[in-house]
């Protein structure tokens, strides 16, 4: 079921699923965000799914919410 932007996430890991079941993990956002992994380091978001290269933590953000990065959420280490 397609919510469009009023969908409310629990957490990272349903951001995650809901990306990849519409198809949106892998386009590109309109404009890349700057995360600070939970490992400290910080990381260019380009992609709705991304992941941080230092540490494999996995983050999504949906795409009417890719305007923030308070609106983006961590799925897990190499979350699949």
Do not use: W
């Not at 600070?36 to 795409?63: A, H, I, L, W």
């Amino acid at each position: 079921m397609h919510e469009g932007c009023s969908g409310s996430f629990q957490d990272g890991k349903q951001i995650v699923e809901k990306l990849r079941m519409m198809g949106f993990s892998n386009q590109t956002m309109p404009i890349p965000l700057f995360i600070t992994c939970e490992c400290g380091k910080t990381f260019e978001m380009v992609t709705f799914e991304d992941r941080c290269e230092n540490c494999g933590m996995v983050y999504g953000v949906t795409p009417c919410h890719a305007f923030d990065p308070i609106n983006v959420m961590a799925a897990g280490i190499n979350y699949k």
